[in-house]
């Protein structure tokens, strides 16, 4: 078993920036492809970022160039870096472990 638990999120003015963290513990040996999602009230959810063991990265369109997703395989950790962020991006985040394990979220809120 995985477990991640997400931090970062909260409330920001369109513009600004906010960086989520995703630190996973348990059976992380195993882990390869690591990536971010997001689900917005009434709205399916949907990829934000992923990035692979080996650092490849990939985006959704409406977050390229403006999102940047990294990870620290010493830390366990795969970040989010977000900026220049719009109202459209308020959603609860999570945290994704080769698609069979998740994090709780973490909310984003974008005011204009």
């Known amino acids: 078993q995985v477990q991640l638990v997400e931090s970062g999120g909260g409330l920001v003015q369109a513009g600004g920036s906010l960086r989520l963290s995703c630190a996973a513990s348990g059976s992380i040996f195993s882990i390869d492809a690591m990536g971010w999602y997001r689900q917005a009230p009434g709205k399916r959810r949907e990829l934000v970022a992923d990035?692979?063991?080996?650092?490849?990265?990939n985006y959704a369109h409406s977050v390229k160039g403006r999102f940047t997703i990294s990870r620290d395989n010493a830390k366990n950790t795969v970040y989010l870096q977000m900026n220049n962020l719009k109202p459209e991006d308020t959603a609860v985040y999570y945290c994704?472990?080769?698609?069979?394990?998740w994090g709780e979220g973490t909310l984003v809120t974008v005011s204009s």
């Open positions: 990035i692979t063991g080996g650092g490849v990265t």
């Open positions: 994704n472990a080769d698609l069979n394990f």
